[in-house]
């Protein structure tokens, strides 16, 4: 399940555990760019794929799924809103023309279509829904036999990882291909760089950081149509019962690189402090605006990470790692290592979105699968265990956080358009209790 190291591994034992570790995620553009070597299924079988969830990530996965494998048909949708499915519909037809076969029995609306989809004959399906469903839709999809891509995070709480690594574990004995949205895997100039890491370029890692500064996102103003539950899930990023926190939903791709980085090595605790400075009004839900936290591998190893969301200030997205021979950074196109082995990536560039499902379909074709949900796991609990320290103020280790009884929502079947559910407060550290 989930990965801890001892702390005492140190030197050349070290860097061959995570050069080992680390070798399972990279995928290089001659296994992107290979022909189907198909022994298991033919190149003939249509593939029909099934869309849950159909705001603009949807819309895009599905885009690129059609891209990724010429024998393949949208066949069915599912959406909580039938104008998101209508809409999302349109910009896919407008694409893929005829290969978005959806009729109209095929689209279905409601908090059960997740279900209904999966059960209409599709062959893998899509999850672009909002996190705070992700665990139990992607049991089902498993459960039914469906090959699957997921956006991350794959949950917002640590019942919701559990029940995500049960069937991840299904799908592995099931021979199912499992790829999650953590596109910066599939991204060439990253995969080069934390090869280079991995391989000890920069020798024994001292410290790593992570900062993700950015702007304010979407809002939908209510309209006069919309009950509480509707405005909720219309608004689901405010929520951290449906997204999380920003700090799971969104930089759960720097826990992600941090993990990349040290072989896939979970820290043992973290402690954090996180707040509302700009986001003070009732429309932004309970989630905060700023989260700073550090982690701790044990031995004197940190890692530190920050990120904020708000109008008017500067934006960042790097990761930076000091080691004993040198330091390796990256922010936007640049991806560097500086001091004995000094190296800057200047190869190929590919579009990770693409290449994610590029991945999924020529793996199932090849009939050899795909599972990353350990990895996507681990990712996920790295960016709650973060959330939950700042939201506490207390110190929390990696055994409370993954074994913590608190679910931040209602069980999935219980959500209906009349569900009255408030959601937890928003936190305040020093006396909410988070495990």
Not at 177 to 204: H, M, T, W
Request: proline share 3%.
């Amino acid at each position: 399940m989930f990965k801890k190291e001892n702390s005492s591994s140190e030197g050349s034992d070290r860097r061959a555990f995570i050069k080992k570790a680390g070798a399972a995620t990279l995928f290089s553009a001659a296994t992107l760019n290979a022909g189907f070597a198909n022994p298991f299924l033919a190149q003939d079988k249509v593939l029909k794929v099934g869309l849950v969830g159909c705001g603009g990530r949807g819309t895009g996965a599905a885009v690129q799924a059609l891209n990724a494998d010429p024998n393949t048909v949208l066949h069915a949708m599912a959406d909580v809103f039938e104008d998101r499915l209508t809409t999302s519909l349109e910009l896919i037809n407008n694409e893929h023309g005829q290969r978005a076969d959806v009729k109209k029995e095929r689209q279905f609306v409601g908090f059960d279509a997740y279900q209904k989809l999966i059960d209409s004959g599709v062959d893998v399906v899509l999850l672009a829904e909002p996190p705070g469903f992700r665990p139990k839709h992607f049991s089902a999809a498993i459960e039914a036999g469906k090959h699957v891509f997921y956006e991350k995070p794959v949950g917002v709480d640590a019942p919701g990882i559990r029940k995500f690594l049960a069937a991840s574990k299904l799908a592995k004995e099931k021979n199912l291909s499992i790829v999650s949205g953590l596109c910066f895997r599939y991204d060439l100039p990253k995969q080069a760089f934390f090869e280079k890491v991995l391989n000890g370029e920069i020798g024994d890692i001292k410290s790593i950081s992570s900062t993700r500064n950015g702007g304010e996102l979407w809002y939908k103003d209510r309209q006069p149509d919309w009950n509480d539950m509707q405005y909720k899930m219309r608004n689901w990023y405010y929520y951290n019962w449906l997204s999380g926190d920003f700090i799971v939903e969104m930089f759960v791709h720097s826990t992600d690189m941090i993990s990349w980085a040290m072989g896939e090595r979970m820290p043992l605790s973290a402690t954090g402090v996180g707040g509302r400075q700009w986001r003070t009004d009732k429309k932004y839900g309970n989630i905060y605006d700023h989260f700073a936290v550090e982690f701790d591998y044990g031995g004197g190893l940190k890692g530190n990470i920050s990120t904020r969301q708000l109008s008017g200030g500067s934006s960042k997205n790097s990761v930076e790692i000091a080691g004993t021979l040198g330091n390796a950074f990256y922010q936007g196109n640049r991806h560097e290592i500086w001091g004995e082995n000094e190296w800057r990536y200047e190869g190929e560039t590919n579009d990770m979105y693409q290449s994610e499902h590029d991945a999924l379909f020529k793996s199932i074709r090849k009939g050899s699968a795909i599972n990353d949900g350990e990895r996507a796991a681990n990712s996920t609990l790295m960016a709650i265990i973060a959330r939950d320290a700042a939201y506490s103020g207390q110190t929390i280790t990696w055994e409370e956080a993954m074994n913590s009884k608190v679910s931040l929502g209602p069980e999935n079947d219980k959500y209906s358009w009349d569900l009255k559910y408030d959601g937890p407060g928003i936190a305040i550290p020093g006396v909410t209790k988070m495990v």
